[in-house]
């Protein structure tokens, strides 16, 4: 009999469970479907990073070939049936190189993004909460920092780590902390004196048991916006390193390791091999970028309405 009363019991907990995650996810599809009707644009963006996604999964399945495989009859071919996209100047499939080129943009722009966002916010908002001496220690070596334009220190530290994806992406972390930091700081500087943060430290909450309960949350939507207005940043910074020569190595297929090929003396003989890596960088970093302004206007307050 208890059995069965725990069974009895047991059975609707889980139904409304069930129905209360079913509910969550209706409205969370609900919310999608609003977000694409009164933002095309940003539905034309999301639509072109879920393809950039898709590519980058599924590469191996998708290119055509060995990336880094040459071949001499393929050498400066011409875009066609035999090469959809046409062969570049050691015989390499272009389209290939373009389609696992989107990995490498992918990891980098993902992962720098990730790292220096997810860190640039917690230095930003543990600098607004401590203030005092804690805030200016931390703006000050923000203001260090950020006095040295994005690209200039990004190839610094490229130049004393060396070429490689790992370090690519190292450098572009270090290189979105100061601008994450100013940013969520002073949203964070409003957020602390909220009634509900002060009547927690009232009580005694501890410090860490705020920032994670009550202004990490808060900060959630700014730290969306960000992290999607700077994939574009990222993915044009990766392609820059390379082009200079300081980002991926040569034997790693990169649109800016790409565009470098194209741009040292084929520009006449072979202009597809920088219109293809081009145009992939200019549609992509525009996705993205369709994407952050949507959010911006959806997710921050001041923009609510406008546009």
Same mark, same amino acid.
């Not at 290119?63 to 040459?70: G, K, L």
């Not at 009634?195 to 969306?224: E, K, Q, S």
């Not at 992290?227 to 990169?254: C, H, K, R, W, Y």
């Given at each position: ?12 907990? @889980? ?33 072109? &990073? ?53 990995? +490498?943009?992918?990891? /980098?722009?993902? !992962? ?10 917690? +230095? ?59 940013? +969520? ?5 409003? +957020?602390? @004196?909220?009634?509900?943060? !002060? ?16 202004? /990490? ?20 910074? @990766?392609?820059? !390193? ?25 520009? @006449?003989?072979?202009?597809? !091999? ?8 200019? /549609?992509?970093?525009? &996705? ?20």
């Amino acid at each position: 009999m208890n059995r069965g009363r725990v069974g009895a019991v047991d059975i609707p907990g @889980e139904r409304i469970s069930f129905a209360r995650t079913s509910q969550l996810m209706r409205r969370y599809i609900g919310n999608v479907g609003t977000f694409f009707r009164r933002k095309p644009l940003g539905a034309f963006g999301s639509a072109i &990073a879920f393809i950039l996604i898709v590519v980058a999964i599924f590469a191996p399945q998708i290119a055509t070939d060995n990336p880094r495989e040459t071949s001499a009859d393929r050498t400066f071919a011409k875009p066609g049936a035999a090469s959809l996209l046409g062969g570049d100047q050691l015989g390499r499939d272009v389209f290939s190189r373009l389609v696992y080129g989107s990995r +490498i943009s992918l990891q /980098v722009g993902l !992962l720098s993004v990730l790292f220096g966002i997810t860190t640039g916010c917690f +230095i930003g908002i543990a600098s607004a909460y401590f203030g005092g001496r804690v805030d200016l220690i931390v703006q000050r070596l923000v203001d260090s920092v950020q006095a040295f334009p994005p690209l200039i220190l990004a190839l610094a530290i490229m130049a004393a780590l060396g070429a490689s994806v790992t370090n690519v992406i190292i450098a572009l972390t270090i290189v979105f902390i100061p601008g994450a930091a100013r940013t +969520i700081r002073s949203q964070a500087l409003s +957020i602390k @004196e909220i009634d509900y943060v !002060l009547a927690a430290r009232a009580i005694g909450a501890g410090d860490w048991r705020i920032i994670l309960r009550h202004m /990490v949350p808060n900060c959630f939507a700014t730290f969306i916006v960000l992290a999607t207005l700077s994939l574009g940043v990222a993915i044009i910074a @990766e392609a820059s !390193l390379s082009f200079l020569g300081v980002g991926t190595p040569p034997d790693v297929p990169s649109w800016g390791g790409m565009l470098t090929g194209a741009a040292q003396n084929y520009v @006449e003989v072979a202009p597809w !091999l920088g219109v293809f890596p081009g145009l992939a960088i200019a /549609v992509v970093v525009f &996705a993205w970028n369709l994407l952050g302004d949507s959010l911006r206007d959806v997710l921050d307050p001041r923009l609510r309405g406008m546009g």
